[in-house]
């Protein structure tokens, strides 16, 4: 079992940076591979990056070259950086765990853990 905690939401004018962390419970969280999602109002959950445990990294067109994940396990932590923000950035970011991440890392099922999520608002 994992318990996750996401942080570092807030509100940022587009072109800005924002960093997002999320706090895994247990001392497994090196063995997890870890995913980011968000959701914006009246639209599914859509993948943003992952990090497998050996930390190669996937990303969606979307955010590839602005956004950067990255994982610190002494710290028990997935962290989002986000550049060059864009309005159509703004949603509700979920951090997730995987137990085993196959080849469909782009997909919610593909994860067994969920944070309860942070609100990132880009004004334009």
């Known amino acids: 079992q994992v318990q996750l905690v996401e942080s570092g939401g807030g509100l940022v004018q587009a072109g800005g940076s924002l960093r997002l962390s999320c706090a895994a419970s247990g001392r497994t969280f090196s063995s997890y591979a870890m995913g980011w999602f968000r959701q914006a109002p009246g639209k599914e959950r859509e993948f943003v990056a992952a990090?497998?445990?050996?930390?190669?990294?996937y990303y969606a067109e979307s955010t590839k070259g602005r956004f950067t994940i990255s994982r610190d396990n002494a710290k028990n932590t997935v962290y989002l950086q986000m550049n060059s923000l864009k309005a159509e950035d703004t949603a509700i970011y979920y951090c997730?765990?995987?137990?085993?991440?196959?080849?469909?890392?782009?997909?919610?099922?593909?994860?067994?853990?969920w944070g309860q999520g942070t609100q990132v608002t880009v004004s334009s």
């Open positions: 997730a765990a995987a137990s085993l991440l196959g080849s469909y890392y782009g997909q919610t099922s593909a994860f067994d853990y």
């Open positions: 990090i497998r445990r050996t930390y190669m990294t």
